[in-house]
C-alpha cells in the first residue's frame, strides 16, 4: 500500500471533485520531512498542521486566504506533499480569484483527469508523482498558453531562488 499525505480539501469552488476522488484512493497517510533545510521547517509544520485541517474537518481553502497570492519572489512552487517541482514563479499571474494562478506546469509536473460535476466539464490535474490533488486547469488564461491552472495554495510550497 502507497504512503502519501493527502490533501482533501476542496480549496474553490471549482474544487470540490477533489474530495470525492481523493477518498476513493486507499492509501497509508505519513509525514514526509520535504525540506532538510532548517529555514524551510518552521513553515512547513505550520502548514502540514492547516493542511491536516483541511483534510480531517472538512475544511476548505477560503478565496484570498493563500500567503502565496502575495509571493512574487522568483524561485518554484513545489508540491507540498512530495516535493515534485510543479511551476516556476514566471508562469504565476493575478487571475482575481483569490487562488494562486499559474499559466503553465513545468512539463510532466501534473497528470490530469476530466470530471464532469456541477454539470460542467472541468479538467482536474493532480502530482504527477505523489498524486495529490492540485486543482483545476481551465483554458481561460491570460497569456499565450491560454492556460489557467488554479490551484490550491495549502497543497504548494514556493522555494526561492
Ligand atoms: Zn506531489
Given at each position: 500500500?502507497k504512503?502519501?499525505?493527502?490533501?482533501?480539501?476542496?480549496?474553490?469552488?471549482?474544487c470540490?471533485?477533489?474530495?470525492?476522488?481523493?477518498?476513493?484512493?486507499?492509501?497509508?497517510?505519513?509525514?514526509?520531512?520535504?525540506?532538510?533545510?532548517?529555514?524551510?521547517?518552521?513553515?512547513?509544520?505550520?502548514?502540514?498542521?492547516?493542511?491536516?485541517?483541511?483534510m480531517?474537518?472538512?475544511?476548505?481553502?477560503?478565496?484570498?486566504?493563500?500567503?502565496?497570492?502575495?509571493?512574487?519572489?522568483?524561485?518554484f512552487?513545489?508540491?507540498?506533499?512530495?516535493?515534485?517541482?510543479?511551476?516556476?514563479?514566471?508562469?504565476?499571474?493575478?487571475?482575481?480569484?483569490?487562488?494562486?494562478?499559474?499559466?503553465e506546469?513545468?512539463?510532466?509536473?501534473?497528470?490530469?483527469?476530466?470530471?464532469?460535476?456541477f454539470?460542467?466539464?472541468?479538467?482536474?490535474?493532480?502530482?504527477?508523482?505523489?498524486?495529490?490533488?492540485?486543482?483545476?486547469?481551465?483554458?481561460?488564461?491570460?497569456?499565450k498558453?491560454?492556460?489557467?491552472?488554479?490551484?490550491?495554495?495549502?497543497?504548494?510550497?514556493?522555494?526561492?531562488?
Open positions: 500500500m504512503k502519501v499525505t493527502m490533501y482533501t480539501g476542496n480549496p474553490c469552488s471549482f470540490a471533485a477533489a474530495k470525492a476522488l481523493l477518498k476513493t484512493k486507499n492509501v497509508e497517510i505519513e509525514e514526509i520531512d520535504i525540506w532538510a533545510d532548517p529555514a524551510n521547517a518552521k513553515e512547513m509544520l505550520q502548514r502540514t498542521k492547516k493542511q491536516k485541517e483541511i480531517f474537518n472538512e475544511g476548505t481553502e477560503r478565496p484570498f486566504s493563500s500567503d502565496l497570492l502575495r509571493e512574487s519572489r522568483k524561485g512552487y513545489h508540491c507540498a506533499n512530495c516535493g515534485n517541482k510543479l511551476f516556476a514563479s514566471t508562469s504565476k499571474f493575478d487571475s482575481g480569484t483569490g487562488w494562486p494562478s499559474f499559466s506546469a513545468l512539463p510532466g509536473a501534473f497528470k490530469t483527469k476530466i470530471d464532469y460535476k454539470g460542467m466539464k472541468r479538467t482536474e490535474y493532480h502530482c504527477a508523482k505523489c498524486g495529490a490533488h492540485h486543482g483545476h486547469v481551465f483554458n481561460d488564461g491570460p497569456t498558453s491560454g492556460k489557467r491552472f488554479c490551484n490550491n495554495g495549502l497543497c504548494l510550497i514556493f522555494r526561492p531562488e
